[in-house]
């Protein structure tokens, strides 16, 4: 693993989003607007989750005498104010660590079924972050990049060990049944509360830039930037990885692969943060490497 997914791997299973990002009203555009809506959003929740613990907000508490409430009764009320506060912070800090250990879970589950793949999903979640942030994406978005890089794959639970680990070429019914994966992922984390932008990153992660992707064929801006960024992450550890049908690509080779795909399979712009991330980064050495070969879709 290069450095710079070593530095990253840390942060990749703390990063669910504290609040929905669907419940953005569709004005929200602009960064600027989304993350005042998010922040707003935040202090609606814990205005509502202080006020079931301290009850209402009155300045000037009444005692059941007519009195105004003795300073002792305000340094009371602002005490369980601060509990409040703590309850909150609790909830969140547990509601997060649930979510995180969701997706270890099914992270987990889907490696379980094919040992090549193990730490494939926490290395494109990096990667992924990587090339994110050397594009400009927000600390929202690439939180949401990672987790939706995390969770790629889940899909492949649906698809039968004999097809995922075959080593020679597959046949186009088998192509087809892992083409599948995207569209069972959807299905998977439906049942998840936590993904909600995250579902249409993986959904669209195996489109082409050029429209012969899959499953919708979707072409250029049309195909949501988090699934462009993790398609060329997940083709470059895919590369350098080895797989039941290849060995690990030498990073010349991963460099080509990635030219010769820019701008049919890949977005060019998120090839061209690439190639300068691979420059600073690349890949692990390995005993043996493939200085050609030809590179599969099958990830
Ligand atoms: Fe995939």
């Not at 998010?38 to 508490?61: H, N």
């Not at 926490?122 to 990587?130: D, L, Q």
């Not at 977005?267 to 890949?283: I, T």
Request: proline letters at 6%; charged letters at 25%; glycine letters at 8%.
């Amino acid at each position: 693993m290069s450095k710079d997914v070593q530095e990253t791997a840390a942060e990749e299973f703390g990063s669910a989003p504290a609040v929905d990002a669907g419940s953005a009203p569709a004005h929200c555009d602009q960064h600027g607007d989304r993350q005042r809506h998010v922040a707003k959003a935040t202090g609606e929740i814990v205005s509502k989750d202080l006020a079931s613990v301290v009850g209402p907000a009155d300045p000037t508490p009444v005692r059941s005498d007519g009195r105004t409430a003795s300073n002792s009764a305000r340094r009371q009320v602002a005490r369980r104010a601060i509990g409040g506060s703590r309850v909150h912070a609790r909830g969140r800090h547990q509601y997060r660590q649930r979510c995180a250990e969701s997706t270890r879970a099914l992270v987990a589950a889907v490696e379980a079924k094919d040992p090549c793949t193990r730490q494939h999903s926490v290395t494109v979640a990096s990667i992924a972050g990587a090339l994110g942030k050397r594009l400009g994406l927000s600390k929202r978005e690439l939180s949401t990049l990672r987790e939706a890089a995390l969770l790629h794959d889940v899909g492949k639970i649906g698809v039968p060990d004999a097809i995922l680990t075959k080593p020679g070429p597959l046949t186009s019914d088998e192509y087809a049944t892992i083409q599948r994966h995207p569209e069972t992922a959807l299905e998977i984390l439906s049942y998840v509360s936590f993904c909600g932008d995250e579902r249409l990153i993986i959904l669209h992660h195996h489109e082409h830039y050029d429209g012969h992707g899959y499953p919708d064929g979707l072409a250029g801006d049309k195909i949501p930037l988090g699934s462009r960024i993790l398609s060329v992450a997940d083709a470059i550890d895919a590369m350098a990885s080895r797989r039941s049908y290849k060995p690990p690509f030498s990073v010349e080779c991963i460099r080509r692969e990635l030219t010769s795909g820019s701008g049919t399979q890949f977005d060019p712009d998120v090839v061209r943060v690439a190639l300068e991330w691979l420059v600073e980064n690349p890949p692990s050495d390995h005993s043996e490497v493939a200085e050609s070969g030809n590179r599969s879709d099958r990830d």
